[in-house]
């Protein structure tokens, strides 16, 4: 089993930067690939960004490529996901999720079997 608790959440005006970050417990973060998605209100959840187990590579969705920078320290059992230059279309609830059936950066919500609780993220224009 494994817990994930986000933070980093909050409001921030367009054009700035947010750093999320997502606490894992569990021995066996190190082996799970991670990935953060989010929800706006009235809309289907979507992937964001995600990161294979050892950090070496990532996937990102064509609203985040170039702006969001997903990393991961194992030693710290924590995954980031750094948003630059947000939009007030990147107001949503994000949320962070552990797969442990695979190793790889998936986007697809379907490995993902542990999600944290979200935190709110809120941009202001």
């Known amino acids: 089993q494994v817990q994930l608790v986000e933070s980093g959440g909050g409001l921030v005006q367009a054009g700035g930067s947010l750093r999320l970050s997502c606490a894992a417990s569990?021995?066996?973060?190190?082996?799970?690939?991670m990935g953060w998605f989010r929800q706006a209100p009235g809309k289907d959840r979507e992937f964001v960004a995600a990161i294979n187990w050892i950090g070496s590579t990532t996937n990102y969705a064509d609203s985040a490529k170039g702006r969001f920078t997903i990393s991961r320290d194992n030693a710290k059992n924590t995954v980031y996901l750094q948003m630059n230059s947000v939009k007030a279309e990147d107001t949503a609830v994000y949320y962070c999720?552990?797969?442990?059936?695979?190793?790889?950066?998936?986007?697809?919500?379907?490995?993902?079997?542990?999600w944290g609780q979200g935190t709110q993220v809120t941009v202001s224009s």
């Open positions: 569990g021995r066996t973060f190190r082996n799970y690939a």
């Open positions: 999720a552990a797969s442990p059936s695979t190793v790889d950066a998936t986007g697809v919500v379907g490995p993902y079997e542990y």
